[in-house]
């Protein structure tokens, strides 16, 4: 299932102009590299929808929470984890 997944913007690590960005992003802890070219106006702090590792959209940090929590207590959030292979 393709599903958006919030999570927090900690750190911008690379920015080539105001358009092409990419930050690492924490998903309950577990840190990913996230292109924010969909999202110019989101900054550190701020709370995304990530789709395929783009940011999509900016979400308010209430609305995140609640669908991260739905979203774990689904179990759809476990591919997100580091594999052991």
Known sequence: MCLAIPGKIIEITSQLDETFRTAKVSFGGILKE???YMTPDAHIG????VHV???ISKVD???AVKIFSYLK???EVEELEPSND
Request: charged share 30%; no cysteine; proline share 0%.
């Open 34 to 36: 996230i292109n924010l």
């Open 46 to 49: 701020d709370y995304v929808l």
């Open 53 to 55: 590792g783009v940011a």
């Open 61 to 63: 940090e209430e609305e």
């Open 73 to 75: 207590d689904m179990g």
